[in-house]
């Protein structure tokens, strides 16, 4: 049984969206001013989309990402090779493997190349080094040669530039992600951290919280979030671990979230469609330019839906 459930304090001036399967929709804004969203979202501790398209003057969006023929999106290659010495850190599944590794910016483009080609299919060797569970990979400056045109054959792994932080990144793709007003204002202007998302669709992230409130910014594609109150995420978590025999802390995440049972169980209790009634969720839907405010402690999954290129940035402050 769930305890000590609070109220959500939204203004009644909010507008929402239509969700499906039940989830409550999360409030959208009148306005993206520093003074509505101050009041409506981050005093009160109450999830909220700003206005539709409020970001999408960042330059990243026209800078890091073209349309792709097929109506989809695509990393701008040519600007983003510029930079392809940047060591990145990325996420690599191939079913029901994980590992996490740190490589260069120009790799991870040759893994996106890779996994857009139009190769007939044919018995891949893409993991033939790289294979999650068999060896870490660590930094290199010597050439990776399994994505040659020789090999090049669409994957049977996803690899995902996942939470790279911003302040780690060169001057001009800092540059192209400006601090927004309302993370330098809203509150003691305090910005702990900041980090870049970016892969082809579908990507995922397990149910988590963080530690500071997150403004979560959409750059192209398309997700989907769900998020749930401090106390029915705990009690989503608790009935995981029950449900696996576990016993991991809810505080500290680690790969087990990403791979096995837990990681099964954590999306089927999330997302499938006929969870319990009785658990209070809230879902958003983000595009190219869309922002949501995720309070402090509130739990939370997204997706990458669609096809093509996803990315997005998000800001923890206070």
Not at 101 to 116: D, G, K, P
Not at 199 to 222: E, I, K, S, W
């Amino acid at each position: 049984m769930l305890t000590g459930r609070t109220a959500l304090v939204v203004s009644s001036q909010c507008r929402s969206y239509t969700t499906k399967h039940g989830l409550r929709p999360v409030p959208i804004l009148p306005n993206a001013t520093l003074q509505t969203f101050r009041k409506d979202a981050f005093e009160p501790a109450a999830p909220a989309l700003l206005p539709r398209q409020t970001f999408s003057q960042l330059p990243a969006i026209r800078r890091w990402f073209i349309p792709a023929s097929n109506g989809t999106v695509a990393l701008n290659r040519q600007y983003l090779a510029r930079f392809g010495a940047t060591i990145v850190p990325l996420e690599i599944s191939n079913n029901d493997k994980f590992t996490r590794i740190e490589q260069s910016l120009s790799f991870f483009l040759e893994c996106v190349n890779a996994s857009s080609s139009t190769y007939d299919v044919q018995p891949s060797r893409y993991f033939s080094a790289y294979r999650p569970g068999a060896r870490a990979v660590r930094r290199t400056s010597q050439s990776n040669t399994f994505f040659s045109a020789a090999a090049l054959t669409p994957p049977t792994a996803r690899v995902y530039l996942a939470q790279a932080s911003i302040n780690e990144l060169p001057r001009a793709l800092r540059d192209d992600l400006p601090v927004p007003e309302l993370v330098l204002k809203a509150g003691k202007g305090d910005v702990y951290d900041s980090s870049i998302w970016i892969g082809q669709a579908p990507t995922y992230t397990p149910l988590h919280r963080d530690p500071n409130p997150n403004l979560f910014v959409q750059l192209a594609g398309t997700k989907v979030v769900r998020l749930f109150r401090p106390d029915a995420g705990r009690a989503i978590f608790a009935k995981v671990q029950e449900l696996i025999g576990g016993n991991a802390s809810a505080t500290m995440r680690g790969d087990e979230m990403m791979q096995g049972a837990e990681k099964k169980a954590l999306e089927s209790e999330v997302w499938d469609d006929d969870f319990d009634s009785g658990r209070i969720g809230f879902e958003a839907e983000v595009r190219s330019g869309d922002g949501l405010f995720i309070p402090k402690g509130w739990w939370h999954s997204i997706k990458g839906t669609g096809n093509g290129m996803t990315g997005s940035v998000n800001w923890w402050f206070r």
